[in-house]
């Protein structure tokens, strides 16, 4: 069964680096989608991308976030220069007709 | 309005029991709603779903039941299992939008008392 793939599983890096989280959407999907859940919390909208470029983005999702479908197969979340408070799981999903399928999460720890 | 509430936080069911968890929506233009099943460090998996033209969904021992009017809507688990504890969050999306973002609820952490 197609899944949606991410790396790495865990990031663990310090406040002002950059990071690069990685996703590999199901293969026949067109919408892809980055989502982060702050521990405990809900799950969270960050950004939508469809068609080579971003079709909507949340509050969170600020100059600090890009995101970039490199080639065929890899969907990225660039985070520039990370704060504390960027400390939580990010999920990639892709929707082929109405559902949306998680990855499995990278945790971003910002220390 | 782009909100969705869910109750209860939390949930006790002994095996074999119903679980029976509430969400709320305000934003009419919501019409996919569907229902999501996370284990701890793992991510949301997709359970079951259901578009607003019709009232109940069953897939196996999960069922949503939708109330339009009310604009409430709902997961029943029958037979709940002790494989059954895990966090559950509705959510909501308004498919002829530009990005179908999916707009989650807080999550009822279910669990299943052998």
């Known amino acids: 069964e197609p899944e949606v793939t991410q790396t790495p599983s865990h990031q663990v890096t310090q406040m002002g680096q950059e990071v690069i989280l990685r996703c590999v959407p199901i293969s026949n999907h067109l919408y892809f989608y980055w989502y982060r859940q702050i521990l405990g919390q809900k799950v969270e909208f960050l950004v939508s991308f469809y068609n080579n470029e971003i079709s909507e983005k949340s509050e969170i999702f600020d100059d600090q976030f890009s995101v970039e479908r490199p080639d065929g197969s890899n969907f990225t979340l660039k985070i520039r220069s990370t704060k504390l408070e960027d400390s939580a799981m990010y999920f990639c999903?892709?929707?082929?007709?109405?559902?949306?399928?998680f990855g499995p999460g990278t945790r971003l720890t910002v220390t | 309005q782009q909100q969705v509430k869910q109750s209860p936080q939390s949930l006790i069911v002994q095996k074999g029991g119903i679980s029976i968890i509430n969400c709320a929506y305000e934003n009419t233009a919501f019409d996919y709603f569907p229902w999501y099943q996370q284990f701890p460090g793992k991510g949301p998996a997709l359970l079951i779903a259901i578009r607003p033209d019709v009232s109940e969904k069953k897939e196996g021992r999960f069922t949503i039941s939708f109330n339009k009017s009310a604009k409430q809507f709902s997961l029943h688990i029958m037979d709940s299992q002790p494989g059954d504890s895990a966090t559950y969050f509705c959510?909501?999306?308004?498919?002829?939008?530009?990005?179908?973002?999916?707009?989650f609820g807080t999550g009822t952490l279910l669990a299943v008392q052998p």
């Open positions: 959510a909501a999306s308004n498919l002829g939008g530009a990005t179908n973002k999916l707009i």
């Open positions: 999903a892709s929707r082929g007709l109405y559902e949306q399928y």
